[in-house]
């Protein structure tokens, strides 16, 4: 044998070696060799352990959202936009349009079961002219919109507790300084559970269901059996338009923000991909699960809900900020009971926000890891000992921090982070699902997934985009038609001076780092 051939043997046993060596690694962090093989597609290595199966990433998907419990708490704007019937219809048409959204978030993850979520998919699904782009864009508008809604989820359980006092203890003064340290507390609170525990992670997600079902019922069975009961044509058939709009159809539609504020977060458990065993499979069934499950659990909460509130406006201008509370004292009277009732929530937005930081922190981390932010290379580091990407947690509590600070100087302008992290989300649902639909109409055919929508595919995805496109108008609409620095909704100059400054810093610096996940892609099919 002569050597040349020996040298191309020995070549051929050292590239099989080393890919059976790195099937052994990826395995060893707890993947099955579908997830090896989907990491090996992306162009990717496997850094984190895969400790979620299905059952805890349900949970992870199911708490994350806590729609029961903020649909309550949001249900302010719908009552003021679209009374009791805008709260219960408008819940519905949301949450059936919202299927749609999960149904294709679902089968793109089934596709690319990475923690880059939207902005790999517009990479790869793009124009390739454009890919490298608009992958860019879309990264920061969800790196956005997922920090500022941990600070608005995290801000909601701040002021539910200061409600609450105001409710137990009428000396109380609600001020905005206090609010903002609860959040700080909140978050720092939520970061032991992503740094020192975070192996127990999965654990505490199975959990937290468990608690989450079990106070839906704690909650909707006192109403049920206490409190007096509206007649059903009050509750579906009477609209309201508090907000003094031209029309009762454009408040209700401005009455809208509630439910999509309420059911956000379809692709939470993406950015934990690279954490799931099995993701390609066990995503997509996690995600339209926690869709079913939660968005049932939100209508029959807000049907509860509007047979036992009362009148309207006996609840809307509550001293504790929140209709529901009231209610729940109206019905129980009792502050004890109240107390329990409200703690409930409380406790599940609180795990609620456990789940958050570590969907930011990956979300943050993987756009790094692609040197899409300043800083990305601290950004981007992987703490071996905790098999977590530390830095990625520690900046996504020193940015909440910092947002909550805006609550002191102004509760309306911390208000419009809220709704700033609708708009940003939903808008990168709308562009990701664009160029999906431009790449079933114009080819090359789409990846193999193993989840799949099949023939119905094209219509849901255009179903989804051209829902997200009427309710992501109305995200921007302020409270009220008499517009005051009050009710004045800044989100709309938030998010286009965020998207400027992004445009901006991508032609000055960012086109020079930024790698589109779209060059490691390696697919064979």
């Known amino acids: 044998m002569s050597d040349s051939s020996s040298s191309k043997e020995f070549a051929m046993e050292m590239t099989s070696d080393a890919q059976v060596f790195e099937t052994e690694k990826l395995n060893s962090k707890g993947g099955t060799d579908f997830d090896a093989r989907d990491m090996e597609m992306?162009?990717?290595?496997?850094?984190?352990?895969?400790?979620?199966?299905?059952?805890?990433?349900?949970?992870?998907a199911c708490t994350l959202m806590s729609t029961w419990e903020i649909a309550l708490m949001t249900?302010?704007?719908?009552?003021?936009?679209?009374?009791?019937?805008?709260?219960?219809?408008?819940?519905?048409?949301?949450w059936i349009g919202y299927m749609l959204v999960f149904a294709s978030i679902a089968e793109m993850a089934s596709m690319a079961p990475t923690s880059g979520g939207q902005y790999h998919w517009v990479s790869e699904f793009a124009p390739p002219r454009h890919q490298k782009f608009f992958s860019y864009i879309i990264g920061w508008i969800s790196v956005l919109g997922w920090q500022t809604g941990l600070a608005s989820l995290a801000f909601l359980a701040g002021t539910m507790i200061q409600g609450l006092l105001v409710l137990c203890?009428?000396?109380?003064?609600?001020?905005?300084?206090?609010?903002?340290?609860?959040?700080?507390?909140?978050?720092?609170?939520?970061?032991?559970?992503n740094t020192f525990l975070a192996g127990r992670l999965p654990i505490v997600e199975g959990t937290v269901l468990v608690v989450h079902i079990l106070g839906f019922f704690a909650v909707l069975v006192p109403l049920w059996v206490l409190a007096p009961r509206s007649?059903?044509?009050?509750?579906?058939?009477?609209?309201?338009?508090?907000?003094?709009?031209?029309?009762?159809?454009?408040?209700?539609?401005?009455?809208?923000?509630?439910?999509?504020?309420?059911?956000?977060?379809?692709?939470?458990?993406?950015?934990?991909?690279?954490?799931?065993?099995?993701?390609?499979?066990?995503?997509?069934?996690?995600?339209?699960?926690?869709?079913?499950i939660n968005g049932s659990m939100g209508w029959i909460m807000l049907i509860t809900f509007a047979f036992t509130m009362g009148d309207i406006l006996d609840i809307v201008d509550s001293p504790t900020h929140y209709p529901f509370i009231q209610v729940f004292y109206n019905v129980t009277q009792s502050l004890a009971g109240t107390s329990v009732m409200t703690s409930i929530l409380i406790v599940n937005i609180t795990s609620a926000c456990i789940?958050?930081?570590?969907?930011?922190?990956?979300?943050?981390?993987?756009?790094?890891?692609?040197?899409?932010?300043?800083?990305?290379?601290?950004?981007?580091?992987?703490?071996?000992?905790?098999?977590?990407?530390?830095?990625?947690?520690?900046?996504?509590?020193?940015?909440?921090?910092?947002?909550?600070?805006?609550?002191?100087?102004?509760?309306?302008?911390?208000?419009?982070?809220?709704?700033?992290?609708?708009?940003?989300?939903?808008?990168?649902?709308?562009?990701?699902?664009?160029?999906?639909?431009?790449?079933?109409?114009n080819g090359p055919p789409l990846p193999s997934r193993r989840w799949s929508l099949g023939r119905y595919g094209l219509a849901i995805n255009i179903g989804a985009v051209l829902f997200l496109l009427v309710v992501w108008v109305f995200v921007f609409f302020p409270t009220s038609v008499e517009v005051t620095p009050e009710t004045m909704n800044w989100n709309v100059v938030m998010f286009f001076g965020t998207m400027l400054f992004a445009v901006v810093y991508y032609f000055a610096y960012g086109h020079k780092y930024y790698q589109s996940p779209v060059g490691l892609v390696r697919r064979q099919d």
């Open 355 to 441: 789940s958050t930081v570590a969907t930011v922190s990956r979300q943050t981390w993987s756009f790094a890891r692609d040197s899409g932010l300043p800083g990305s290379h601290f950004i981007a580091h992987v703490n071996t000992r905790l098999d977590i990407p530390l830095n990625a947690v520690l900046v996504t509590f020193f940015i909440t921090c910092l947002l909550s600070l805006i609550n002191i100087g102004s509760s309306v302008a911390f208000n419009a982070i809220g709704s700033l992290a609708v708009s940003a989300l939903l808008g990168t649902y709308m562009i990701s699902f664009s160029f999906l639909i431009l790449r079933r109409i």
């Open 75 to 94: 249900s302010l704007y719908a009552l003021l936009n679209g009374g009791k019937a805008g709260l219960v219809w408008g819940y519905l048409i949301v």
């Open 169 to 193: 203890q009428p000396t109380y003064v609600f001020e905005n300084w206090h609010g903002t340290l609860i959040v700080i507390g909140i978050t720092a609170f939520c970061i032991i559970f």
């Open 42 to 60: 992306l162009g990717r290595t496997q850094v984190l352990n895969r400790n979620f199966r299905f059952l805890s990433t349900l949970g992870f």
């Open 231 to 292: 007649s059903p044509s009050d509750v579906f058939g009477q609209f309201a338009n508090l907000g003094g709009w031209d029309t009762q159809g454009l408040s209700f539609m401005v009455g809208l923000l509630a439910p999509v504020y309420t059911l956000i977060g379809a692709d939470s458990t993406v950015h934990m991909s690279e954490e799931v065993r099995d993701a390609s499979r066990v995503l997509p069934r996690a995600i339209m699960w926690a869709a079913t």
